[in-house]
T-cell receptor
Framework: DGGITQSPKYLFRKEGQNVTLSCEQN?????MYWYRQDPGQGLRLIYY???????QKGDIAEGYSVSREKKESFPLTVTSAQKNPTAFYLC????????????FGPGTRLTVT | KNQVEQSPQSLIILEGKNCTLQ??????????LRWYKQDTGRGPVSLTIMTFSENTKSNGRYTATLDADTKQSSLHITASQLSDSASYIC?????????????FGTGTRLQVTL
């Protein structure tokens, strides 16, 4: 898991509630990423950020929001607009010029009922 | 559309045996290919990474091969151990100039038994 921490490991929420997943890294990496993992599917990119106070949508950004106020932190908010929020969420980070070399956190399993 | 296909979907082998996992991709322009190991409920951990000019890379009992002409890669595990039980994910990077866009395979679920 390297120097990336995600909390909590398990999260339960009622439908209609927003929830924020935490991701912190101490690797001094410039770029950070959020992925979603569902059974039988490859990881899908939600959002990524290459620099503080800047971020870009990935392939499945609808219903999610992020912020990057500090280099070490990249929290993900799952909003009530996300139609199928139950999933395993993975945060990753990399050096700016080595985006193919991403290091992953331990993940957060979100269950929405 | 860029795709990464892995086979088999799942595999059961006896401890001590060897196995080979396959990865076929259509990502272009190709930048790199990486194999990750993911234990259940954990984040993926990198095993090997290969660029266009490399056709083999080893990491202990794990050996990855790459044929960029046929767009195929394999991961060979030698003398399997119970701790090798995990999902193995093939990830292909696309050279986009400023960054590498990654396409993930769905993984091969390996179970090593006694």
């Amino acid at each position: 898991d390297g120097g990336i921490t995600q909390s909590p490991k398990y999260l339960f929420r009622k439908e209609g509630q927003n929830v924020t997943l935490s991701c912190e890294q101490n690797l001094n990496h410039d770029a950070m990423y959020w992925y979603r993992q569902d059974p039988g599917q490859g990881l899908r990119l939600i959002y990524y950020s290459q620099i503080v106070n800047d971020f870009q949508k990935g392939d499945i950004a609808e219903g999610y929001s992020v912020s990057r106020e500090k280099k070490e932190s990249f929290p993900l908010t799952v909003t009530s607009a996300q139609k199928n929020p139950t999933a395993f969420y993975l945060c990753a980070s990399s050096m700016m010029d080595r985006s193919y070399e991403q290091y992953f956190g331990p993940g957060t399993r979100l269950t929405v009922t | 559309k860029n795709q990464v296909e892995q086979s088999p979907q799942s595999l059961i082998i006896l401890e001590g045996k060897n196995c080979t996992l396959q990865c076929n991709y259509t990502v272009s322009p190709f930048s790199n290919l990486r194999w990750y190991k993911q234990d259940t409920g954990r984040g993926p951990v990198s095993l090997t990474i290969m660029t266009f000019s490399e056709n083999t890379k080893s990491n202990g009992r794990y050996t990855a091969t790459l044929d960029a002409d046929t767009k195929q890669s394999s991961l060979h595990i030698t003398a399997s151990q119970l701790s090798d039980s995990a999902s193995y994910i093939c990830v292909v990077g696309e050279n986009t100039g400023t960054a590498s866009k990654l396409t993930f395979g769905t993984g091969t679920r390996l179970q090593v038994t006694l």
